[in-house]
């Protein structure tokens, strides 16, 4: 199997705190891969290293087989990528921003900045100085900017933080695209998890710089459960209820008004039933399935309880 990226025992250490500890990753040529952490998890970190914007303090990268040195540059030219915020000359149009970074990159293809600003959605405000772009807008210009020049890969830090939902459809949709016609690979960080269901193949979840897992959506999705979920006005009572009356023990207390029933889930009349007997005040009751936000919180809960063990 071919890898874009893989990381061997990656570490980043800053003035004696580990920013990113150990870190395996391996993300296949082609795929869309979903980096998944929270504030301060070692996300943008990696990908700096990944980009050569930051030097390892130990372990290695390998980008399509390759491993990376510190004085590695010239495969920079088949990636694109937005990490953190992008920067621009704001008082340049969005087109001559693109043009200086056609001449810097050293570019050749005529029409791929109209190309660009078309993918994005930005034809009509090509002209306009960026000073008076939205913060959406500014987010597509960069993506303009890291696709122009048809890279191989893609490194992309929040690329959707700004958007309304729907340029949130439209890049999604575009990134979809790229993926399957050109064979791009894309890594893409995002707190929004539900958007990266809609499009990624694989998922890892890094963790105080820790790669907790690493997997196919295709098998978070077979581990992800069907449930029960009842709405209550008191959930202790009516955990206490389920266990000693019904004798169910496969449930999870969500919060103090949220139960989560993972096992006979036919029997939902009756347990509603039961609760209401005793005095239980049951405001709604669906059936729910496990999404991809539900098993990257169970999977940051375990690991927090562990460290605090």
């Known amino acids: 199997m071919a890898y874009a990226i893989q990381t061997y025992n990656l570490s980043k250490r800053v003035g004696g705190h580990t920013i990113v500890d150990n870190l395996n990753m391996n993300v296949k040529a082609g795929e869309i891969y979903a980096f998944l952490g929270g504030n301060g998890s070692g996300k943008t970190s990696t990908l700096k290293m990944i980009a050569n914007l930051w030097k390892p303090t130990s372990g290695r990268i390998e980008v399509f087989g390759k491993t990376i040195q510190p004085q590695s540059y010239d495969y920079l030219q088949n990636i694109g990528s937005i990490i953190e915020y992008p920067s621009f000359y704001d008082r340049l149009s969005a087109r001559q921003n693109l043009e200086i970074h056609k001449k810097l990159s050293g570019y050749e293809e005529k029409g791929c900045i109209d190309h660009a600003l078309k993918q994005v959605d930005l034809t009509f405000s090509s002209d306009n100085p960026v000073s008076t772009f939205s913060l959406g807008m500014k987010q597509r210009l960069g993506l303009a900017r890291a696709i122009m020049t048809r890279p191989s890969l893609l490194l992309l830090d929040e690329p959707i933080n700004g958007l309304d939902p729907g340029g949130i459809k439209e890049i999604r949709s575009l990134l979809i695209d790229l993926a399957k016609q050109r064979g791009l690979t894309i890594v893409i960080s995002s707190h929004i998890l539900s ?35 009842f709405t209550v006005d008191d959930g202790q009572k009516a955990a206490f209820l389920l266990h000693e009356k019904l004798g169910l023990s496969n449930f999870t207390v969500v919060d103090p008004h949220t139960i989560r029933i993972y096992e006979r889930l036919n029997e939902g009349g009756k347990i509603n039933g039961l609760l209401s007997s005793e005095g239980v005040e049951v405001r709604s009751m669906v059936i729910k399935q496990d999404t991809l936000e539900d098993y990257f919180f169970a999977m940051i809960g375990k690991n927090n309880t562990r460290e605090e063990n």
């Open 195 to 229: 958007e990266l269901e809609h499009m990624a193949s694989t998922v890892g979840i890094i963790h105080r710089g820790r790669m907790l897992n690493e997997l196919s959506y295709k098998m978070i999705s077979e581990m992800n459960r069907q449930s029960i979920e």
